[in-house]
């Protein structure tokens, strides 16, 4: 399996962008128990958690610092995952790394530990 992201770039505080992370070379056997997330680093930070979902879009988790700005969604016919952060701030600088996990979207948030990293795509937010 391989993710591509795709999205960033540099903004001014209060603007939007979206994020998009294509999966290639799930099986058509697994693409129903997958979840797809995305995690962030900044300068000097630890990778965080930033928003997961299910395969099947139903279930979704956000971290509290995202919550109401970020939202995350799927296409599922395509293996798409979707950022769209609006209200962006300084604060959510960093680089934006997709995750895919074959299993649940809870066990990917508390796990942080994926089957397959993106190559992550730089978001800069300017004041």
């Known amino acids: 399996v391989q993710l591509v992201e795709s999205g960033g770039g540099l903004v001014q505080s209060g603007d939007s962008l979206r994020l998009s992370c294509a999966a290639s070379g799930l099986s058509s056997s697994s693409s129903s128990v997958y979840a797809m997330g995305w995690f962030r680093q900044a300068p000097g930070k630890e990778r965080e958690f930033v928003a997961v979902i299910s395969g099947s879009g139903i279930v979704k988790y956000y971290d509290d610092s995202v919550k109401g700005r970020f939202t995350i969604s799927i296409d599922g016919a395509k293996n798409t995952a979707y950022l769209q952060m609006n209200s962006l701030n300084p604060e959510d600088t960093a680089v934006y790394y997709c995750?895919?996990?074959?299993?649940?979207?809870?066990?990917?948030?508390?796990?942080?530990?994926?089957?397959?990293w993106g190559q992550g795509t730089q978001v800069t937010v300017s004041s």
């Open positions: 995750a895919l996990l074959e299993g649940a979207a809870q066990r990917l948030r508390v796990t942080k530990a994926p089957d397959v």
